[in-house]
Nanobody
Framework: QVQLVESGGGLVQAGGSLRLSCAAS????????MGWFRQAPGKEREFVAA????????KYADSVKGRFTISRDNAKNTVYLQMNSLKPEDTAVYYC?????????????????WGQGTQVTVSS
């Protein structure tokens, strides 16, 4: 079992930045691909970014490409999401997730472990 705890959410003005963190415990962190997803009220959970076990491969949703950066520190069992140039449409609960699938995937159904989420609100 992998436990994931997100932090770093909050209220920020449009154009601002936030960095989310997700601390993992329970299993060898470097055995898992990590992903960030978000869910806005009334909408389905959507993919934001993912990073491979070693950190060598990353994937991004088109809506965040060039603004968000995913990274990981396997020594600290932590994955990060640096969010710059935030827009009101980025407002959502952000979740980190983990899986040990063979290759890096972006569909939430392929992720086995989830954190409780952290709220990000971007005001206009």
């Amino acid at each position: 079992q992998v436990q994931l705890v997100e932090s770093g959410g909050g209220l920020v003005q449009a154009g601002g930045s936030l960095r989310l963190s997700c601390a993992a415990s329970g299993h060898t962190f470097s055995n898992y691909h990590m992903g960030w997803f978000r869910q806005a009220p009334g909408k389905e959970r959507e993919f934001v970014a993912a990073i491979s076990k070693s950190g060598g491969i990353t994937k991004y949703a088109d809506s965040v490409k060039g603004r968000f950066t995913i990274s990981r520190d396997n020594a600290k069992n932590t994955v990060y999401l640096q969010m710059n140039s935030l827009k009101p449409e980025d407002t959502a609960v952000y979740y980190c997730a983990a899986n040990d699938y063979f290759y890096l995937v972006v569909t939430p159904q392929r992720y086995d472990y989830w954190g409780q989420g952290t709220q990000v609100t971007v005001s206009s």
